[in-house]
């Protein structure tokens, strides 16, 4: 593989799925498998990505291309850094303690009133998670040429 434009952007778990997702539709619209080894890991990929508890797991997916940069712009006051917004779209959190977690020196950089600002942002922009989803059931393997 050659790379023609390096880049040094950071992309979401969501932004990573909706490009393997193009990418095999983009494969079976030519009637053609990709190469063994892209195969897998994109199957391996997406069968992480579906799984309990990534937000991306829940049917419907919550999340579109506009929300990347809807809760971007809806978080920009908060001054937080590139990372705390990466990994608040990866996770999802759904409370301020759950935002601890995220956001370094939380409870020294924000109110109580913020905190819960941005959880209701959070959840008004990703959605809100799917509640009491037990996690008996196992979806089956995924591959290249399966539905998204």
């Known amino acids: 593989m050659k790379i023609t434009e390096a880049q040094s952007a950071v992309l979401s778990n969501y932004e990573v799925y909706q490009h393997l997702v193009d990418q095999r539709d983009q494969y079976k619209k030519i009637k053609r498998r990709g190469p063994p080894n892209l195969e897998t890991v994109v199957s391996e990929l997406l ?5 309990k508890p ?10 579109n291309a506009e929300c990347v940069s809807s809760l971007v712009q809806q978080l920009r006051p908060y001054d937080l850094s ?3 917004v990466v990994m608040i779209l990866n996770l999802r959190p759904s409370s301020v303690v759950a935002l601890n977690t995220v956001l370094e020196d939380m409870s020294d950089r924000y109110t109580e009133e ?5 959880v209701q942002i959070i959840l008004e922009v990703l959605g809100e998670p799917e509640s009491g989803a037990a996690g008996g059931q196992e979806e089956g393997d995924v591959s290249m040429a399966d539905a998204a």
């Open 54 to 63: 990534n937000p991306l797991s829940q049917k419907p997916i919550t999340y």
């Open 47 to 51: 069968q992480y990505m579906r799984s």
């Open 114 to 118: 913020q905190q819960e600002e941005m």
């Open 82 to 84: 590139k990372g705390e």
